[in-house]
């Protein structure tokens, strides 16, 4: 059995447990201001659904032929009720593992934030560029790709992107499953 140092064993639970916390809470968001819609709305996402005001967004979508946004990234979704799990099983390994070995039980951990990332821009630049030309407005927008972060806008409406807790979460995740990853490298991972 491996024995690890207390600074390994600390890592390795802040892993596990920024990981779990970011399964929790949303991902990222998108509000939209308009002049009809002055306390704006607002799309949560997580690993496993979209949330907020979604039907009023869709209900707006739908003229200018932006696809619904349940329909974005659906597959993603469902397989993360078993992706997501089965990422974050190979952690328990870490304690076991030989230090040659350690790096391959965090590394599904270090990819679920980078996945998710390209994940949501492939979809936003493929649903932006793919509008139904015989939506009622389909004349009126261009296709474009909506802003990932930061500021944006499509015709009278203004948006705002950003990560939520979630991806922060997920993020920090990643960070110290980077760290035990350079730590096996550098040979500074105890192990018996």
């Not at 024995?3 to 600390?10: G, V």
């Not at 328990?92 to 980078?114: E, Q, S």
């Not at 499509?154 to 990853?181: E, H, K, S, W, Y």
Request: proline share 7%.
């Amino acid at each position: 059995m491996t024995m690890h140092r207390p600074s390994d064993r600390t890592l390795l639970f802040a892993t596990a447990a920024f990981a779990l916390l970011s399964l929790l809470i949303p991902w990222w968001f998108i509000s939209m201001h308009a002049p009809q819609y002055p306390d704006g709305l607002r799309v949560s996402v997580s690993l496993f659904n979209v949330s907020g005001d979604t039907a009023e967004i869709d209900d707006l979508n739908h003229y200018i032929g932006f696809r619904p946004l349940d329909t974005i990234a659906a597959t993603e979704r469902k397989m993360a009720w078993l992706a997501i799990p089965a990422a974050l099983l190979p952690l328990l390994g870490a304690f076991f593992a030989r230090r040659k070995y350690a790096w391959l039980t965090v590394l599904p951990t270090a990819v679920i934030a980078p996945v998710f990332v390209v994940d949501l821009v492939t979809w936003m630049t493929y649903a932006g560029h793919h509008l139904d030309p015989h939506a009622a407005l389909s004349n009126s927008i261009s296709p474009w790709t909506p802003n990932f972060l930061g500021p944006g806008g499509v015709g009278q409406f203004r948006t705002f992107a950003m990560f939520d807790p979630g991806f922060l979460f997920a993020a920090a995740a990643t960070i110290c499953a980077i760290v035990i990853v350079a730590r096996v490298v550098r040979g500074r991972w105890a192990h018996a």
